[in-house]
T-cell receptor, first 116, second 111 residues
Framework: GAVVSQHPSRVICKSGTSVKIECRSL??????MFWYRQFPKQSLMLMAT?????????EQGVEKDKFLINHASLTLSTLTVTSAHPEDSSFYIC????????????FGQGTRLTVV | GIQVEQSPPDLILQEGANSTLRCNFS?????LQWFHQNPWGQLINLFY???GTKQNGRLSATTVATERYSLLYISSSQTTDSGVYFC?????????????FGKGTHLIIQP
């Protein structure tokens, strides 16, 4: 149990376009999901907390207009990178916890975004 | 925010050797997890261990929450153990519920 699925696994897009990444909890409902970003050879940094039915909470320094988060259902959160630029190229990964089952986080497979 | 330090940053061992990876954190935690990141970036969940000791095959982990550290032990290393190992913690003092990751230990197991 506790499977988190992320799609796509990799995407290449042109500068100026927008890209949507999906994060789904397959066998549980997640009122909260988390989005992280990882630059090459670096650690993972929390970008934002996605809350079902309400606005996302962004970490300091993360542009909310650049990284749009929508958590429209209990099993789906989306991250849209708007007007992407080469510096947005990175590895994006989401996680969720199973409500009522402690604090363990389960991660999706990640999405490698390349902006050309 | 909470600080997480992992050591050593790099470790090169011969196949069959044992290794110990350390994670120090600066405050009380309600979550501590060890991950192995594979070459495709996927985080493999090794242990959820906010306190105590757990073992899974050749791997084991111990967290001493009162002293704010955790150790990951790998015995009889295999080449497939190579990769980056991350420790991540959740702060129990409120605020954001996401995890704070250490910078990782890059482990290379040579045949």
């Amino acid at each position: 149990g506790a499977v988190v699925s992320q799609h796509p696994s990799r995407v290449i897009c042109k500068s100026g376009t927008s890209v949507k990444i999906e994060c789904r909890s397959l066998d549980f409902q997640a009122t909260t999901m988390f989005w992280y970003r990882q630059f090459p050879k670096q650690s993972l940094m929390l970008m934002a907390t996605s809350n079902e039915g309400s606005k996302a909470t962004y970490e300091q320094g993360v542009e909310k207009d650049k990284f749009l988060i929508n958590h429209a259902s209990l099993t789906l959160s989306t991250l849209t990178v708007t007007s992407a630029h080469p510096e947005d190229s990175s590895f994006y990964i989401c996680s969720a916890r199973v409500p009522g089952h402690g604090t363990e986080a389960f991660f999706g497979q990640g999405t490698r975004l390349t902006v050309v | 925010g909470i600080q997480v330090e992992q050591s050593p940053p790099d470790l090169i061992l011969q196949e069959g050797a044992n290794s110990t990876l350390r994670c120090n954190f600066s405050d009380s935690v309600n979550n501590l997890q060890w991950f192995h990141q594979n070459p495709w970036g996927q985080l493999i969940n090794l242990f959820y261990i906010p306190s105590g000791t757990k073992q899974n095959g050749r791997l084991s982990a111990t967290t001493v929450a009162t002293e704010r550290y955790s150790l990951l032990y790998i015995s009889s290393s295999q080449t497939t153990d190579s990769g980056v190992y991350f420790c991540a913690v959740g702060y129990s003092g409120g605020g954001a519920d996401g995890l704070t990751f250490g910078k990782g230990t890059h482990l290379i197991i040579q045949p």
